[in-house]
T-cell receptor, first 110, second 115 residues
Framework: QQKVQQSPESLTVSEGAMASLNCTFS??????FRWYRQHSAKGLEVLVS????GEKEEGRFTAHLNRANLHVSLHIREPQPSDSAVYLC??????????FGDGTQLVVKP | VTLLEQNPRWRLVPRGQAVNLRCILK??????MSWYQQDLQKQLQWLFT????????VKSLPGADYLATRVTDTELRLQVANMSQGRTLYCTC????????????FGEGSKLTVL
């Protein structure tokens, strides 16, 4: 069964400094990678989806995928306090069974 | 406009009672609907994906039993039973196109607390 692990567990950055989150997965045939964030008591908000090796940018959020290294990362440019949330990495083959990491708690200090 | 509407959003569940959750899809363009469960501050875990009206599945996990039903093209239900006393559980639904790419959309979740 797919294992998805995120690091760090928690991350505190100052407003405006780059935030970098990491995610490793175990199934090398995975082809569908997404980053979500979850503010407490709210639904999941999709940030960026990536399906092939390389980089994908959506606004201030950039995902990097390296399937050979079983690694996908998320970089947040100029983070703001409103970006404080739990960030979840989601990995699957296709859309129908998705495995999530445990999440990284991001705190952005003013 | 929210693509997925879940109700109830929150329910106190007397011990031993089952609870029925609904997930309503506002755009049937995304036919693959799924349920996920999440304990407080723990990992989000996939439960079921049901594509067609009439599809049903059951699953037993530590702490609760689940029965999912795809009622119509736009409604997915989840019955949660035998929840452990004192447990707080979030159930979230999603909808997507299926296949290898395409976006997934999530509901805002239903919070269940067992008395």
């Amino acid at each position: 069964q797919q294992k998805v692990q995120q690091s760090p567990e928690s991350l505190t950055v100052s407003e405006g400094a780059m935030a970098s989150l990491n995610c490793t997965f175990s199934d090398g045939t995975s082809n569908n990678f997404r980053w979500y964030r979850q503010h407490s008591a709210k639904g999941l908000e999709v940030l960026v989806s990536i399906f092939s090796d390389g980089e994908k940018e959506e606004g201030r959020f950039t995902a990097h995928l390296n399937r050979a290294n079983l690694h996908v990362s998320l970089h947040i440019r100029e983070p703001q306090p409103s970006d404080s949330a739990v960030y979840l990495c989601a990995v699957s083959r296709g859309n129908n069974r998705i495995f999530f990491g445990d999440g990284t708690q991001l705190v952005v200090k003013p | 406009v929210t693509l997925l509407e879940q109700n109830p959003r929150w329910r106190l569940v007397p011990r031993g009672q089952a609870v029925n959750l609904r997930c309503i899809l506002k755009n049937s363009q995304y036919p693959w609907m799924s349920w996920y469960q999440q304990d407080l501050q723990k990992q989000l875990q996939w439960l079921f994906t049901l594509r067609s009206p009439g599809d049903k599945e059951v699953k037993s996990l530590p702490g609760a039993d689940y029965l999912a039903t795809r009622v119509t093209d736009t409604e997915l239900r989840l019955q949660v039973a035998n929840m452990s006393q004192g447990r707080t559980l979030y159930c979230t639904c999603s909808a997507g196109l299926g296949g290898n790419t395409g976006q997934l959309y999530f509901g805002e979740g239903s919070k269940l607390t067992v008395l």
